[in-house]
């Protein structure tokens, strides 16, 4: 086993010069990507050693961007497409919903589409307004879209080439607070399928469904309970379309609570669907109603406000409280 | 990458690409300059400008203010005192001549940059940080001042202005609207659209683009393979580059565009030539794609140096003047230091308000859980 401690951001560089190293036909697109290496420094280097045809500083126009990674995908290539921050997604919203996500259907598969979107999403970072979004249900409410939030190193040096390898489009989540969280990476065995859900801690009072940002947040929740007496499940979704609720039905099924937590307003947030789900699948193990935690019906707020308004340790263990109260 | 063929008919094409050195301005008779590098008054066959002394020495006046505030919000930010600023560094001339060419009455819709057309507005500096501070969105009032809110999203505000335009003209006012735009926001297609619109209904609108040679890290090149102030010819309305160190021209140009929008000739392209001399942003190191010689030759076209020149030379300001407008200078950055620094923050409540003309019941019961949950604390109940 060769591993190397990295931190997030540095594990996707590395994935992304694997990836690319893999198959020639892996195209890097993006605003300041190139020469910069993009704001958060995802891709630096890789235009220094691939060239600025593999690595392409684009026109400042996202609906260019994947219009254009569409018809590259029709010549065979497999376009990565990097969004400088989640709020500026939306100029190329209408090519996405309309087009990337539509085309292989209406070609009856005769023209994939294995696009991926790298977007750095979530707040925490004391941006001003549109750098701190969490827009994944937009898409994942979207059929012909896959959507991925990684959590950790580990998941972002593999995931990213599990997406790049993967036949469909792909929307990947990076959660930006964490690009400089660190872990020992295994380069050498991926830590199992990309659409595949996992416990990342064992507990037996209450299941805790976190992806991206978040997981690290539930497991702090975890802890601080724990110096309570009380024992949380916590869950790392790690795919939020397709869904990959196996592992936590088995865990609702022991504990009987669950509670899911993301950045994203609640209101028709993935909590909504999750909760419907395992409502319907584990109705009669559960001991309570099934409990969101994920930020308000409103606007992201200016940054002295976002601590009052992201879900933290408190508000986990608030959520937890009130399951448990049932 | 293969070569891109050059348009026929456009002659000049931009500098190529980076490194290859500083963006010159080029020998380009087309770019309007009523003052050189070197402070002297030049005439120009279609601009003239008619200013009185008072009204030089005012300019004077905003050019310092407007470049002492932004060195105070980049070191205040340098400080932690704010969470990012972008600086105007470089670009004060370009703005103040544009929002020096604005009456009441009219509407300016800046980018997140437009710190020196916000004071020529009367806009507090401190409205302007509490918004880079994270306290609010920008505290100004945009009907109040004719000052839209800041947008961030590239290139969004000029579809605005057009249809706020497009109000003007419909109430029969004798007011224009006035977008800035950046180089890079070019690209965009709602820019596109907004120039399309404003062409097809003659559209009192003026799209004043401060072509300061970068977008973020990318150079022109990379969004136009023509100068810029050339695209509005295909749209079907006059463009015309003005040099944008050089406030004179800039105010010259702005209210011709301006005039002539208001006597119903519709929408005109600006293209501001000018540079950012500092970073994008303070999150941004330029020295990752841009060489300092670049700055160094940019700094010799400095805007504010060749308005003193000028004065000093003409007489029309004395040592006692310039020596009044520094301490003014130090003045206001005293008063945005200590004022940014007293700056309350926000209530939490503050995130549920505001948020409807008309409140729901779902977002108000939200807040009262908010409201709840957080006194729960003060009763140590955690
Ligand atoms: C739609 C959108 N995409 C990306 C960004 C990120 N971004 C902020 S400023 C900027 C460059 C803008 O360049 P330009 O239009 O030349 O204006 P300048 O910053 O140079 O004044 C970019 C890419 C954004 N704000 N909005
Ligand atoms: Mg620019």
Request: proline share 6%; net charge negative.
């Amino acid at each position: 086993m060769t591993s190397q401690t990295l931190t997030l951001g540095k594990a996707l560089n590395l994935g992304l010069r694997r990836a690319m190293e893999d198959d020639a036909k892996v195209v890097l697109m993006g605003e300041d990507i190139g020469r910069l290496g993009g704001v958060f420094r995802i891709t630096d280097g890789l235009q220094k050693d691939f060239g600025d045809d593999r690595v392409v500083d684009t026109p400042l126009a996202e609906a260019g961007i994947l219009g254009t990674a569409v018809g590259l995908a029709m010549r065979g290539y497999r376009p990565v497409c990097e969004i400088q921050f989640d709020g500026f997604v939306f100029p190329a919203y209408n090519q996405i919903v309309t087009q990337v996500a539509k085309i292989h259907a209406r070609s009856r598969g005769r023209l994939p589409m294995p696009i991926v979107i790298r977007i750095p999403f979530g707040g925490g970072i004391g941006a001003v307004e549109h750098h701190s979004e969490s827009p994944e249900a937009y898409f994942a409410h979207t059929a012909g879209l896959k959507v991925v939030a990684v959590s950790n190193p580990v998941d972002a040096y593999w995931g990213i080439q599990q997406a790049i390898a993967h036949p469909d489009p792909i929307v990947f989540l990076e959660p930006k607070r964490r690009y400089w969280e660190k872990a020992e990476v295994d380069v050498d065995a991926a830590p199992g399928p990309l659409f595949s859900s996992r416990v990342v801690r064992g507990g037996d009072d209450v299941t805790v469904l976190a992806y991206g940002p978040m997981v690290k947040t539930a497991l702090q929740a975890a802890d601080a309970a724990a110096e309570e007496g009380r024992s949380l499940e916590v869950v790392d979704l790690r795919t939020v379309s397709p869904l990959d609720l196996g592992p936590v039905f088995e865990s609702v099924r022991r504990t009987g609570r669950c509670v899911v937590v993301h950045e994203a307003p609640v209101t028709l947030g993935l909590g909504a669907e999750i909760a419907a789900r395992v409502t319907e699948t584990c109705f009669h193990s559960l001991e309570a109603p099934v409990l969101r935690v994920g930020g308000y019906d409103t606007p992201y707020p200016p940054s002295k406000l976002e601590e009052e308004y992201l879900p933290d340790l408190d508000r986990v263990l608030d959520a937890v409280d009130r399951a448990m109260a049932f | 990458m293969t070569a891109v063929r050059q348009p026929e008919g456009v002659g000049e094409v931009v500098d190529p690409i980076p490194g290859a050195g500083a963006p010159h301005l080029p020998e380009q008779p087309d770019l309007v300059q009523l003052l050189t590098p070197e402070g002297e008054r030049v005439d120009h066959p279609d601009y003239s400008l008619d200013v009185s002394d008072q009204e030089l020495r005012d300019i004077y006046r905003d050019l310092v203010l407007v470049r002492r505030w932004d060195v105070e919000a980049t070191a205040l930010q340098r400080q932690g005192e704010l969470g990012i600023w972008a600086s105007l560094l470089g670009q004060e001339a370009a703005q103040v001549g544009a929002g020096r060419a604005l009456r009441a009455g009219d509407m300016a819709f800046p980018t997140y940059r437009e710190h020196g057309v916000a004071w020529t507005r009367g806009i507090d500096p401190l409205h302007v940080m509490s918004l880079f501070r994270g306290v609010d969105y920008g505290a100004w009032d945009p009907v109040a001042t004719g000052f839209n809110l800041y947008t961030i999203v590239i290139g969004s505000q000029c579809l605005h202005a057009t249809g706020y335009a497009m109000g003007l003209q419909r109430d029969g006012g004798e007011h224009a609207a006035l977008a800035f735009l950046g180089d890079g926001a070019t690209s965009q297609g709602e820019v596109n659209e907004a120039m399309i619109w404003a062409a097809s209904f003659g559209a009192p609108v003026v799209f004043f683009c401060q072509n300061n040679q970068y977008a973020i890290s990318v150079p022109l090149e990379r969004q136009s393979r023509v100068p810029l102030y050339r695209r509005a010819a295909g749209f079907g309305f006059p463009g015309v580059r003005v040099d944008g160190n050089d406030v004179l021209a800039v105010l010259a140009v702005t209210r011709a565009a301006l005039a002539a929008a208001r006597e119903g000739q519709g929408p005109t392209f600006i293209e501001a030539f000018t540079y950012r001399m500092g970073a994008h942003t303070t999150s941004d190191d330029p020295t990752r794609y841009r060489l300092a010689s670049e700055l160094e030759e940019w700094k010799l076209r400095d805007p504010i140096a060749r308005v003193k020149a000028y004065l000093a030379r003409s007489g029309i300001a004395d040592h006692d003047y310039l020596a009044s407008v520094e301490a003014e200078a130090d003045e206001l950055a005293g008063r945005i230091r200590s004022g940014t620094l007293e700056m309350p923050d926000p209530p939490g409540t503050a995130i549920f308000d505001s948020v409807y003309a008309e409140q729901t019941s779902e977002l108000a019961a939200q807040r009262e859980e908010f409201v709840a949950y957080h006194a729960s604390f003060e009763g140590g109940e955690h």
